[in-house]
């Protein structure tokens, strides 16, 4: 084998392993993104207050 194909298949395989990294970090990182919460609407009190018991 030549020196310029084993170099251009070095180049290949290390663009493939790169590549195949980089859609995996990509794939988790889309899997666990947090959408921001919207806050929850205060519950309506039924006439009374906290501390009447």
Do not use: E, F, N, Y
């Amino acid at each position: 084998m030549s020196l310029t194909m084993t170099i251009v298949m070095l180049i290949s395989s290390w663009l493939a392993v790169a590549a195949a990294m980089l859609w995996g970090v990509l794939r988790i990182a889309r899997r666990h993104h947090h959408h921001p919460v919207q806050p929850a609407k205060p519950v309506k009190a039924l006439g009374r207050h906290a501390s009447a018991h």
